[in-house]
Structure formats: C-alpha cells, structure tokens
C-alpha cells in the first residue's frame, strides 16, 4: 500500500492490502466487501452529521462553514458563498508523528524505509515507551 513517490493509494489496492493482511482464508471478493462496508459505514455517519473517531488514526466530522463575502478571481467582483457543511479528517497525533517520522527518514536520504507494521500488532507505530516504570494508565490515559 506504501508508494514511494507519495501517489494515491486506490480502492482496489487497500482491497489488496486486506486480503493479505487477513490470510488465505477470505477471499478478495470478501474483502472487497468489507471494505466497501466500512467506508459506506463511515460515509453514513459523516452524512448524517455524527462524528466517527477511530482511536489511534484520526477523527472524521462535518464542520459548519458560515457564510462569507468572497472574490471572483477574474472580475475582482465580491460574491456571497453561503453556508454549507463540510467533512473534515483530523488525524490523530499518533498518526502525524508517524508521517513525521517517515518524512524525515526521506528527508535523510535513507531509502529503506520501513512498512507500516502489521494490523497484528494493534497499534499505527511503536510508540516509545516513557521513562521510568509508569503505570499503563499513565502512560496512555487509560488502561490497556
């Protein structure tokens, strides 16, 4: 799923990246099914105005925009935009420290760049752990 020019990813390869992460076991076209079930899912949610928040990735919300006096590029003409909702994704600060990371092993030159880990793992990254023998609680705001 990872491509190293930072191209789009598409349907049919997350499809791909499902049926090898869960084995040998389920076939593409049920994949392909659960796939499309979850985004219809989350698509569902957004429409209908509810929050949908999937702890270690990211928050998709719909934002109210209020109205507003914009510009017509061509004639310089002032132009009322009226309101609307629109969907928004606030990743999750796992999720931006993991980019981070990979931006800056870019950055260095190192061409080896690691995969995602596997979904086996329950986690995004291997988040390090804090000083000290802290508490679960502690360390992640609650118990694990």
Do not use: Y
């Amino acid at each position: 799923m990872t491509k190293a020019d930072g191209g789009s990813v598409t349907k049919a390869e997350l499809v791909e990246q499902v049926h090898e992460a869960i084995g040998p076991g389920v076939s593409r076209r049920d994949c392909s099914a659960i796939v499309n079930a979850f985004l219809n899912a989350v698509k569902r949610a957004i429409v209908d105005g509810n929050r949908i928040e999937i702890r270690r990735f990211g928050t998709f919300q719909v934002r109210a925009r209020r109205a507003r006096v914009a510009r017509n590029p061509r004639t310089g003409e002032a132009v009322m935009v009226a309101p609307r909702s629109v969907p928004v994704f606030k990743p999750s600060t796992i999720l931006r420290d993991d980019v981070a990371r990979r931006q800056a092993r870019r950055d260095e030159g190192l061409s080896d760049v690691p995969a995602a880990p596997d979904s086996s793992a329950g986690r995004l990254s291997e988040t390090p752990s804090p000083p000290g023998d802290l508490p679960l609680r502690r360390r992640f705001g609650r118990w694990r």
